[in-house]
């Protein structure tokens, strides 16, 4: 059967839209733009490919599809700026195979202005196509949250904006079949930013939170039972909870295309979230203190080195910066983590501990970075000489907690 979705770029922003069209039964291809971390399952991939689901080399297949999403991740690079490699390499890998009346739809993380003002251009110089003439162009914030088995793409309402009046509504037609409800932006600049404002109240109440705990710390206040207590208020407060440090696929980029413009707040909270991971170190060593040892040759075992709870991804996990200044102090580092069989860090493999109950029982301390459902954490808490508990996850008195 011939398809009629293509999915360019099968990493974290690809693979779940993939997956749910095959799921309402739209023929699909995925097509890869270069190394991507899966965020399924292979059980969920195995499942997709039994649906029909089919992985393709050949860029000649982008041209006999009816919609296109390109998904190609756009990460920050080291200058801060979003890299757009992938997704400028996923327009043209499209633009030459291009057809009339095919509408595309870009659901990659790209700061507002790029849709319009990188992305057409490329795909109307290498077809000699007209966007919003000849073919549909779109922009669709992806709501991806990996892992949540309570929200899916059939129950999140999407949001698109188009080119023009028709892009929007050529989109909206395609999402209405994987979704119970479609909004409409006004344009394609209004749906680019909702991703940025989404990304950047989750980023800036994560920070909030973050200097809350190192607050309550010095206070000597329990903020576990502060958040506690305040989510009951039932208006103008949404809970979040502090933790190591901030991972993802999706940060927020502070810098607005065109504008020179950047937003104040997701600045201040990528400072203050970029310095989780250095707190984390510092308790650490105050626990071992605390308790007659040192840093130095001390057994540090991290528990969870995923970016999430129950998921193998990586990306902007703080367990690699917390490993490399744990180490720095001259502490010997193991870590487990059921997703991950294998770690590096500098190049080097971090020992991975096979039994996580002897493991804890011999480490000089134990450090919870994440909080995967097969942890028991009150049979940890017992095995564990020290146990720190950045997550909030143990029961109350169990551990130290962040």
């Given at each position: 059967?011939?398809?009629?979705?293509?999915?360019?770029?099968?990493?974290?922003?690809?693979?779940?839209?993939?997956?749910?069209?095959?799921?309402?039964?739209?023929?699909?291809?995925g097509y890869r733009t270069g190394p991507e971390a899966s965020?399924?399952?292979?059980?969920?991939?195995?499942?997709?490919?039994?649906?029909?689901?089919?992985?393709?080399?050949?860029?000649?297949?982008?041209?006999?599809?009816?919609?296109?999403?390109?998904?190609?991740?756009?990460?920050?690079?080291?200058?801060?700026?979003?890299?757009?490699?992938?997704?400028?390499?996923?327009?043209?890998?499209?633009?030459?195979?291009?057809?009339?009346h095919t509408t595309v739809i870009v659901e990659s993380p790209v700061v507002p202005g790029t849709t319009e003002g990188f992305l057409l251009p490329l795909l109307e110089q290498g077809s000699g196509l007209r966007a919003g003439r000849d073919f549909h162009l779109a922009?669709?914030?992806?709501?991806?949250?990996?892992?949540?088995?309570?929200?899916?793409?059939?129950?999140?309402?999407?949001?698109?904006?188009?080119?023009?009046?028709?892009?929007?509504?050529?989109?909206?037609?395609?999402?209405?079949?994987?979704?119970?409800?479609?909004?409409?932006?006004?344009?394609?600049?209004?749906a680019e930013t909702v991703q940025l404002l989404e990304s950047t109240f989750r980023h800036v109440n994560i920070a909030l939170v973050n200097e809350m705990a190192v607050l309550c710390h010095d206070l000597g206040v329990d903020l576990w039972d502060v958040i506690r207590c305040a989510e009951t208020k039932p208006f103008g407060f949404q809970a979040f909870r502090p933790g190591p440090g901030v991972g993802g696929h999706a940060a927020p980029q502070g810098l607005t295309t065109g504008t020179g413009r950047t937003l104040r707040m997701a600045e201040l909270a990528e400072q203050v979230n970029s310095g989780m991971p250095g707190y984390v170190v510092q308790r650490a060593a105050a626990l071992l203190n605390e308790h007659g040892k040192s840093a130095r040759g001390a057994r540090v075992l991290l528990l969870g080195v995923t970016y999430k709870a129950d998921l193998a991804d990586q990306q902007g996990s703080p367990a690699r910066e917390i490993a490399v200044r744990l180490m720095e102090l001259g502490a010997s580092v193991s870590y487990h983590d059921p997703h991950v069989p294998s770690w590096s860090v500098l190049d080097r493999p971090v020992p991975r501990a096979d039994s996580l109950y002897e493991a804890a029982a011999d480490a000089d301390l134990t450090i919870l970075l994440q909080q995967h459902r097969t942890y028991d954490l009150q049979g940890l808490s017992v095995k564990a000489q020290l146990l720190l508990d950045t997550r909030g996850a143990t029961p109350t008195g169990a551990a130290h907690r962040l």
């Open positions: 059967m011939p398809a009629d979705l293509a999915v360019i770029g099968l990493g974290p922003y690809g693979l779940p839209p993939a997956q749910a069209a095959v799921a309402a039964g739209i023929p699909t291809i965020s399924l399952s292979p059980a969920e991939l195995r499942r997709m490919l039994a649906q029909g689901f089919r992985v393709t080399a050949n860029p000649a297949e982008l041209g006999r599809v009816r919609t296109v999403l390109i998904c190609a991740p756009a990460v920050r690079g080291a200058d801060g700026d979003p890299d757009l490699s992938q997704v400028e390499a996923a327009a043209r890998t499209l633009a030459p195979r291009l057809r009339p922009h669709s914030p992806s709501r991806v949250d990996p892992g949540n088995r309570d929200f899916t793409p059939a129950n999140t309402p999407k949001v698109i904006g188009g080119l023009t009046s028709a892009c929007t509504e050529s989109a909206a037609a395609f999402y209405g079949r994987l979704t119970d409800k479609v909004v409409r932006a006004r344009g394609l600049r209004e």
